[in-house]
């Protein structure tokens, strides 16, 4: 049967989600490499079946839904607009400095020793040799792991919450657009 309807109606569903998430994905992260992996497609099997999926780089599902740190329980906001607990959790890895590293260059990040004004209470009597001065990009990024480490990574929810909202849009209009298929298909079957 020619779902023509159909298909078009699960195109612009899929392609309505890609388009809110990436809306929410630049809103929180500007523009990223996730951001251009994110798409969707629609495809039909042998037996008229349709289904549609969406794509993206691994690391998104960890962005959307957060990981949990060592001592940080983090949640996100899932596609039936309930905050759950993110199944994700650091253990005793953290993130690789390496990668944390390129991005520090990429947005030209400068760390730097504590000053006494910020050093923890235990610390502040403690003399730091070079204090306000600029420590390595590999050091910063091992820092920077060691806190995702310990806090993890809180879920923005930029791929769940666009997809429950158009799946709900999606669950009320589906029924017109297989009426017209049908009608359609009735037209062209009786035609003589």
Do not use: C
């Amino acid at each position: 049967m020619a779902a023509e309807n159909i298909q078009r109606f699960l195109k612009s569903f899929g392609d309505n989600v890609v388009r809110d998430s990436l809306g929410i994905l630049n809103t929180r992260k500007g523009s990223t490499e996730l951001a251009n992996s994110l798409r969707v497609e629609v495809s039909e099997d042998t037996t008229d079946v349709y289904s549609v999926k969406f794509y993206m780089d691994d690391y998104g599902t960890f962005v959307d839904q957060g990981v949990s740190g060592n001592e940080v329980p983090r949640s996100y906001t899932n596609y039936r607009q309930n905050t759950v607990s993110s199944s994700y959790k650091y253990t005793n890895k953290q993130p690789p400095a390496t990668i944390i590293s390129k991005w520090i260059e990429k947005k030209g990040i400068k760390g730097r020793k504590a000053l006494k004004k910020n050093r923890k209470p235990q610390d502040k009597d403690k003399k730091i040799k070079g204090a306000g001065q600029f420590i390595t990009t590999m050091s910063l990024a091992f820092a920077i792991a060691r806190s995702i480490k310990i806090k993890g990574i809180q879920g923005i929810s930029f791929f769940q919450q666009p997809f429950g909202v158009r799946y709900e849009e999606m669950k009320s209009q589906f029924l017109d657009e297989f009426k017209k298929d049908i009608d359609t298909y009735l037209t062209t079957f009786t035609k003589f």
